[in-house]
């Protein structure tokens, strides 16, 4: 899977998550342009907040790195 596609389900999972990119950004304490960014694409969390994002998110890493489809 390439970073097109990772950055694809980062996507839909925050898209997904019944948060808003506010809230999102909050709990993250990053700006909520940072979460429209990743939202559009534009940029790909360093890998504590991909971490931390997906304890948020309630999603598995692996599900967005592409190694399960669960």
Known sequence: MDL???????????????????????RLHVSQQTVSKYMKLDIF???????????????RSDYILGLCDY
């Open 4 to 26: 097109q596609h990772i950055q694809v389900r980062l996507r839909e999972c925050i898209a997904n998550s019944g948060l808003s990119q506010k809230e999102i950004a909050m």
């Open 45 to 59: 969390p360093a890998l504590d907040t991909f971490a931390n994002l997906c304890k948020i998110l309630d999603v």
